[in-house]
C-alpha cells in the first residue's frame, strides 16, 4: 500500500468506523473515540500530511452520510483537525534540515485544543447563557445525587450550594475535555510514529521527549490568562479554561524534568548506577502516588515545569550527562 491515495482513503474508513462504534452507546466501546485518529496520524506520518488530509475529508463526508451534520462536525473536531494538521506540521522540520521540535508540536497540540474551545464558545454565544449557560443547564438535567455530593463537600467543611456546585462543575467540563483531546492526540502521535518506523515508513525521527523545549512566550501568555481568569462573567470562564489548556504543556515538561533529573542522578555514579536505578523507579512509584492523591504536588510539577523553561533545568543537566535523559 505504497499510494498516499490509497493509504489515506484507508485511513479515513478505518477511522470513522472506530468513530461510529465509540458512538454506539455502549460503555465498552466509548473510550474507542480516543483511537480514533491513530489510522489518520499513521497515514500522514508515513504517506504524507496530504494523505491524512485526503483520508480526514473521506471520513468527514461518512460521518456526516451516517450520522447526520452534527456527527460529521464532532467528528472533525474530535478526530480529524489534530491529526491533519500535526502530522503537517511534524513533517514540515525546523527550518535548518531537522525534525521539527517536539516542544512546537505540543503547543500547536494545546492551540489546536484552545481554537475549538474558541469556536465552541462563539457557536454558543447565541444560546442564552452562552456555554456555560447551556452546560449548567445540561448539568441540571443529568440525573446526578447533587444533595448528595454537596452533602460530602459540606462533611469536609466546605460549603457550598447547589447553584454555586453546578456553576463550578459546568466551567471545569471543557477545560477537562480539552486537556484529555490533547492527551490523547499526543498519545496517537507517539503511537503513530511507533507504528509507521515499524513499518519502515518513517519520515522523520523519534521524537526527543528529553530535549523538549516551549516558547518563552508560551509562560506571559498563561500568565496573562491566568490574570484574566479572576474576572467575572464569561470573560472568567474563557480565561480559566484557555489557562487550564495552557499550563498542561507545563505540567507535561515538569514531568519530564522529573524523569530526566532523577536519571542523570541515578546515572551519576558508575558503580552504584545498579542500585540507584533501582531507587529511582521506587522514587518514581512513590511520586505518580502522590501526584494522584496530593492536590498541590500537579501544581509543583506545573511550577517545575515553568522554572525548567527560564532556568534550562534538564538543557544543564543533559549537558553534562548528554546520554542519560529518557
Given at each position: 500500500?505504497n499510494?498516499?491515495?490509497v493509504?489515506?482513503?484507508?485511513?479515513?474508513?478505518?477511522s470513522?468506523l472506530?468513530f461510529?462504534?465509540s458512538?454506539?452507546?455502549?460503555?465498552l466501546?466509548?473510550?474507542?473515540?480516543?483511537?480514533?485518529?491513530?489510522p489518520?496520524?499513521v497515514a500522514g506520518?508515513?504517506?504524507?500530511w496530504t494523505?491524512?488530509?485526503?483520508?480526514?475529508?473521506?471520513a468527514?463526508?461518512?460521518?456526516?452520510?451516517?450520522?447526520?451534520?452534527?456527527?460529521?462536525?464532532?467528528?472533525?473536531?474530535?478526530?480529524?483537525?489534530?491529526?491533519?494538521?500535526l502530522?503537517?506540521?511534524?513533517?514540515?522540520?525546523?527550518g535548518?534540515?531537522?525534525d521539527?521540535?517536539?516542544g512546537?508540536?505540543?503547543?500547536?497540540?494545546?492551540?489546536l485544543?484552545?481554537?475549538?474551545f474558541?469556536?465552541?464558545?462563539?457557536?454558543f454565544?447565541?444560546?442564552?447563557?452562552?456555554l456555560?449557560g447551556?452546560?449548567?443547564?445540561?448539568?441540571?438535567a443529568?440525573p446526578?445525587?447533587?444533595?448528595g455530593i454537596?452533602?460530602?463537600?459540606e462533611?469536609?467543611?466546605?460549603?457550598?450550594s447547589?447553584?454555586?456546585?453546578i456553576?463550578?462543575?459546568?466551567?471545569?467540563?471543557?477545560?477537562a475535555?480539552?486537556?484529555i483531546?490533547?492527551?490523547?492526540l499526543l498519545?496517537?502521535?507517539l503511537?503513530?510514529?511507533?507504528?509507521?518506523?515499524r513499518?519502515?515508513r518513517?519520515?522523520?525521527?523519534?521524537?526527543e521527549?528529553?530535549?523538549?523545549?516551549?516558547?518563552k512566550?508560551?509562560?506571559?501568555?498563561l500568565l496573562?490568562?491566568?490574570?484574566?481568569a479572576?474576572f467575572s462573567?464569561?470573560v472568567g470562564?474563557?480565561a480559566?479554561?484557555?489557562?487550564?489548556?495552557f499550563?498542561l504543556?507545563?505540567?507535561l515538561?515538569?514531568?519530564?524534568?522529573?524523569?530526566?533529573m532523577?536519571n542523570?542522578w541515578a546515572?551519576r555514579?558508575a558503580e552504584?548506577?545498579?542500585?540507584?536505578?533501582?531507587?529511582?523507579?521506587?522514587l518514581?512509584?512513590?511520586?505518580?502516588?502522590m501526584?494522584?492523591?496530593?492536590?498541590?504536588?500537579?501544581?509543583?510539577?506545573?511550577a517545575?515545569?515553568?522554572?525548567?523553561?527560564?532556568?534550562?533545568l534538564?538543557r544543564n543537566?543533559?549537558?553534562?550527562?548528554?546520554?542519560q535523559g529518557?
Amino acid at each position: 500500500m505504497n499510494s498516499p491515495w490509497v493509504m489515506g482513503i484507508s485511513a479515513g474508513a478505518l477511522s470513522v468506523l472506530i468513530f461510529l462504534i465509540s458512538a454506539s452507546g455502549s460503555v465498552l466501546t466509548a473510550p474507542l473515540i480516543y483511537a480514533s485518529p491513530l489510522p489518520l496520524v499513521v497515514a500522514g506520518l508515513g504517506w504524507g500530511w496530504t494523505s491524512s488530509l485526503t483520508g480526514a475529508v473521506l471520513a468527514i463526508g461518512l460521518a456526516g452520510l451516517m450520522t447526520g451534520a452534527l456527527g460529521a462536525a464532532v467528528y472533525a473536531l474530535s478526530a480529524a483537525v489534530g491529526p491533519v494538521w500535526l502530522s503537517r506540521q511534524a513533517l514540515m522540520g525546523n527550518g535548518s534540515g531537522g525534525d521539527a521540535p517536539s516542544g512546537q508540536l505540543l503547543v500547536w497540540a494545546t492551540a489546536l485544543a484552545a481554537l475549538l474551545f474558541g469556536l465552541c464558545a462563539i457557536w454558543f454565544s447565541q444560546y442564552e447563557g452562552g456555554l456555560q449557560g447551556q452546560l449548567e443547564i445540561a448539568v441540571t438535567a443529568v440525573p446526578l445525587d447533587l444533595e448528595g455530593i454537596i452533602g460530602r463537600f459540606e462533611a469536609s467543611g466546605v460549603e457550598i450550594s447547589r447553584e454555586q456546585f453546578i456553576s463550578v462543575f459546568s466551567a471545569m467540563i471543557p477545560a477537562a475535555m480539552a486537556l484529555i483531546w490533547v492527551m490523547a492526540l499526543l498519545a496517537n502521535l507517539l503511537v503513530g510514529q511507533t507504528i509507521v518506523e515499524r513499518l519502515g515508513r518513517a519520515q522523520r525521527g523519534r521524537f526527543e521527549i528529553a530535549k523538549l523545549e516551549l516558547p518563552k512566550g508560551l509562560g506571559l501568555i498563561l500568565l496573562v490568562l491566568a490574570a484574566a481568569a479572576f474576572f467575572s462573567g464569561n470573560v472568567g470562564f474563557i480565561a480559566s479554561t484557555l489557562a487550564a489548556v495552557f499550563i498542561l504543556p507545563f505540567f507535561l515538561t515538569g514531568l519530564i524534568t522529573v524523569h530526566v533529573m532523577t536519571n542523570v542522578w541515578a546515572n551519576r555514579d558508575a558503580e552504584k548506577a545498579a542500585g540507584f536505578r533501582g531507587l529511582r523507579k521506587g522514587l518514581l512509584v512513590g511520586f505518580y502516588i502522590m501526584l494522584l492523591v496530593w492536590g498541590l504536588l500537579p501544581l509543583l510539577v506545573c511550577a517545575l515545569g515553568f522554572i525548567d523553561q527560564w532556568r534550562g533545568l534538564r538543557r544543564n543537566a543533559l549537558a553534562v550527562a548528554p546520554h542519560q535523559g529518557e
